[in-house]
């Protein structure tokens, strides 16, 4: 939760439940199993590290999830994180590679200049549900899907 004011996580709502807030209001958890000192409560991303990439909050997402399974179950926390659970990926083979080719962007479709003025009709069209699958297979380039 982000407050309105900047780009501080919004953590006035912890104050006196046992979860430490740290510097610039962040919430203080471990590092590794992003355990704070509230037993059962985990926290990650911004919330914990202040503004990071989306990697690092996918894998402090993983990191929570995993310790939030181990607490569950009762298994203690220790200072590495196992993941038992992972699903192994497979990757493209050389034929399959090929298709990895860059592809040129898709163009997106405008009201003819003719038909702008006098209408209240949208000027960008935007993409169809397919253009859209396409554009973003084009744009993320990460094919290597789970389970091959």
């Known amino acids: 939760i982000i407050e309105a004011i900047g ?5 006035s709502f912890l104050g006196g439940d046992g979860v430490k807030i740290g510097r610039g209001g962040t919430v203080v958890a471990d590092g590794r199993t992003l355990a704070t000192d509230r037993p059962g409560v985990f926290a990650g991303g911004d ?3 202040g503004p990071q990439t989306v990697t690092e909050a996918i894998a402090a ?8 399974k181990r607490y569950l179950q009762g298994i203690k926390l220790g200072p590495r994180v ?3 659970d992972f699903e192994a990926f497979k990757l493209p083979t050389p034929e399959e ?5 860059e592809k040129a962007r ?14 209240f009709e949208e000027v960008t069209k935007g993409y169809t549900t397919g ?16 389970g091959g």
């Open 7 to 11: 780009q501080r996580p919004a953590t």
């Open 47 to 49: 919330a914990v590290s």
């Open 61 to 68: 997402g993983q990191r929570a999830a995993s310790s939030i």
């Open 82 to 84: 196992e993941r038992e």
């Open 97 to 101: 590679v090929k298709e990895l080719k």
């Open 106 to 119: 898709t163009g997106i479709k405008e009201l003819p200049a003719k038909k702008r003025t006098g209408s």
């Open 131 to 146: 253009e859209a699958v396409d554009e973003a297979a084009r744009c993320l380039r990460c094919d290597a899907e789970a």
